[in-house]
T-cell receptor, first 116, second 113 residues
């Protein structure tokens, strides 16, 4: 079974530039998550999708971050414009929904972003 | 507000020793407590998880101990091996249909040969 795929793996940009990350979840997983992991901290949820609908985006800085999950499969996360404090690893995860409960979240390898 | 507090921040254990990592939570609605293991350059991977209806769960060398009244849970790694060297995160969620995980800050474990 293929895991969660993310690209690119690394990205270096200057502040005020824009950047986009792509995620392909495990086949059949209805739920997709984007997390931000700052060095030395645990992952922090940015947004959660159930199929192509947003379930939770309460911690997404909506003035600069946006995400979409067209057709309920792949997802993209965009930052525009980037700030220095956005330097982090952006993790995508997916999980299946069974009997009304979320099953295990499987994480991709992440995209490491450095904003200069 | 940090809802899941994890300690220690880092830990060095000799090969064959016992590694212990502790977490405390605040939200009494949490009812699912997983531990994730993360190697450098990789995403976190589920190691073991527990629900509050049991006080202990063991899988191989890994054991979770859970104290509902104290709102604490811990990970014990028996016979620690150099290959266990990684960052460990505790997490908690309400296992409803749309639950989200709240992670601790992580513990960097180094098992010396």
């Amino acid at each position: 079974e293929a895991g969660v795929a993310q690209s690119p793996r690394y990205k270096i940009i200057e502040k005020r530039q824009s950047v986009a990350f792509w995620c392909n979840p495990i086949s059949g997983h209805a739920t997709l998550y984007w997390y931000q992991q700052i060095l030395g901290q645990g992952p922090k949820l940015l947004i959660q999708f159930q199929n192509n609908g947003v379930v939770d985006d309460s911690q997404l800085p909506k003035d600069r971050f946006s995400a979409e999950r067209l057709k309920g499969v792949d997802s993209t996360l965009k930052i525009q414009p980037a700030k220095l404090e956005d330097s982090a690893v952006y993790l995508c995860a997916s999980s299946a929904l069974a009997g009304g409960f979320q099953e295990t979240q499987y994480f991709g390898p992440g995209t490491r972003l450095l904003v200069l | 507000q940090q809802q899941v507090k994890q300690s220690p921040q880092s830990l060095i254990v000799q090969k064959g020793g016992i590694s212990i990592i502790n977490c405390a939570y605040e939200n009494t609605a949490f009812d699912y407590f997983p531990w994730y293991q993360q190697f450098p350059g990789k995403g976190p991977a589920l190691l073991i998880a527990i629900r509050p209806d049991v006080s202990e769960k063991k899988e191989g060398r890994f054991t979770i101990s859970f104290n509902k009244s104290a709102k604490q849970f811990s990970l014990h790694i028996m016979d620690s091996q150099p290959g266990d060297s990684a960052t460990y995160f505790c997490a908690a969620s309400m296992n409803s249909g749309y639950s989200t995980l709240t992670f601790g800050k992580g513990t960097m474990l180094l098992v010396s040969p």
